[in-house]
């Protein structure tokens, strides 16, 4: 099983769209969330490792995948059972 860390900040939609294919198949304690609103650190080394200031950003192992539609279609692949 990687670690799954995945980047969100506040009010962004396409966190809120990869949040619900999450929340739908029970993923949430698969991977840990990482709000880059709550601490500049994070928001950081989300630029530093990713290159970009964009969310959702999934760190597969701490390789970033960007892109909500990737993302979804990694963990539906993946990690969903
Ligand atoms: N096509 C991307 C769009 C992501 C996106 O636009 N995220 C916004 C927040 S809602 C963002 O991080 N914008 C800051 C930036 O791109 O620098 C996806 O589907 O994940």
Same mark, same amino acid.
């Not at 999450?22 to 601490?39: A, C, E, P, R, V």
């Not at 989300?46 to 279609?73: H, R, T, W």
């Given at each position: 099983?990687? %670690?799954? &860390? !995945?980047?969100?900040?506040?009010?962004?939609? /396409?966190?809120?769209? *990869? /949040?619900?294919?999450?929340?739908?198949?029970? !993923?949430?304690?698969?991977?840990?969330?990482?709000?880059?609103?709550?601490?500049? &650190?994070?928001?950081?080394? !989300? *630029? &530093?490792? #990713? #290159?970009?200031?964009? *969310?959702?950003? !999934?760190?597969?192992?701490?390789?970033?995948?960007? %892109?909500?539609?990737?993302?979804?279609? /990694?963990?539906? %692949?993946?990690?969903?059972?």
């Amino acid at each position: 099983m990687p %670690e799954l &860390e !995945l980047f969100i900040s506040n009010t962004c939609p /396409y966190c809120q769209k *990869v /949040y619900r294919f999450i929340d739908k198949y029970n !993923l949430n304690d698969k991977i840990k969330f990482t709000n880059i609103n709550q601490s500049a &650190e994070d928001k950081a080394r !989300l *630029v &530093e490792v #990713g #290159g970009m200031n964009q *969310v959702p950003c !999934l760190f597969i192992d701490d390789k970033p995948m960007y %892109e909500s539609s990737d993302i979804i279609a /990694y963990l539906k %692949e993946n990690i969903v059972k």
